[in-house]
């Protein structure tokens, strides 16, 4: 059974870059099987899917982030990485990571989640 | 690429079936039979219960089952109980491996 956990700062000074890291276990990256993702979703707000990386390293982004995010795979480390650049107060959400089903497109193992707050 | 649409919320009694729709476009999910809905308590990270339109993940209860017409999700809890009241989310795939969430339905059981 995958477990993914999120980790990284949980305070994000405006302009500066987000940086948020998920470790998986009970499985390898490198699994033909899945695409790794990250799903934001604001305080009282719905979820947003921010983007997701293959572990060859292909990469596919929300159209309305793509020129912010970048999302990474280290597949000897077992993570998978999120940047978020340029951050507004507008960034601030938990921010999840999840493993995609390549078959069936559906996100099946997800983290706890980490709170990010964008303030000076 | 726009978020799908979803009821703000639905009520309903225990022992009753209630349904959540989603509405989409010809772009996602009148094109794919990629719809998943997940289950979200207050404070956890959502749970998957359906996959590919009306597929239930292992250990899903059977209560819980899917359906699509044109443009159209659904998403029918039957037999509600206490513990069903959460969060729901559709989700859709949208083409060039891109995905789109609906905007989230809260369901209070009365």
């Known amino acids: 059974q995958l477990q993914l956990q999120e980790s990284g700062p949980g305070l994000v000074k405006p302009s500066e870059t987000l940086s948020l890291t998920c470790t998986v276990s009970g499985g390898s990256i490198s699994s033909n099987s899945y695409y790794w993702g990250w799903i934001r979703q604001p305080p009282g707000k719905g979820l947003e899917w921010i983007g997701n990386a293959y572990y060859t390293g292909s990469t596919y982004y929300n159209p309305s982030l793509k020129s912010r995010v970048t999302i990474s795979v280290d597949t000897s480390k077992n993570q998978f990485s999120l940047k978020v650049s340029s951050v507004t107060a507008a960034d601030t959400a938990v921010y999840y990571c999840?493993?995609?089903?390549?078959?069936?497109?559906?996100?099946?193992?997800w983290g706890q989640g980490t709170l990010v707050t964008v303030s000076s | 690429q726009s978020a799908l649409t979803q009821p703000a919320s639905v009520s309903g009694s225990p022992g009753q079936s209630i349904t959540i729709s989603c509405t989409g476009t010809?772009?996602?999910?009148?094109?794919?039979?990629?719809v998943s809905w997940y289950q979200q308590h207050p404070g956890k990270a959502p749970k998957v219960i359906i996959y590919?339109?009306?597929k239930r993940p292992s250990g899903i209860s059977n209560r819980f089952s899917g359906s699509k017409s044109g443009n159209t999700a659904s998403l029918t809890i039957s037999g509600l109980q206490a513990e069903d009241e959460a969060d729901y989310y559709c989700c859709s795939y949208a083409g060039g491996s891109s995905v789109v969430f609906g905007g989230g339905t809260q369901l209070t059981v009365l």
């Open positions: 590919e339109v009306n």
């Open positions: 999840a493993s995609r089903a390549v078959a069936g497109t559906y996100f099946h193992h």
């Open positions: 010809s772009s996602d999910i009148g094109s794919y039979n990629l």
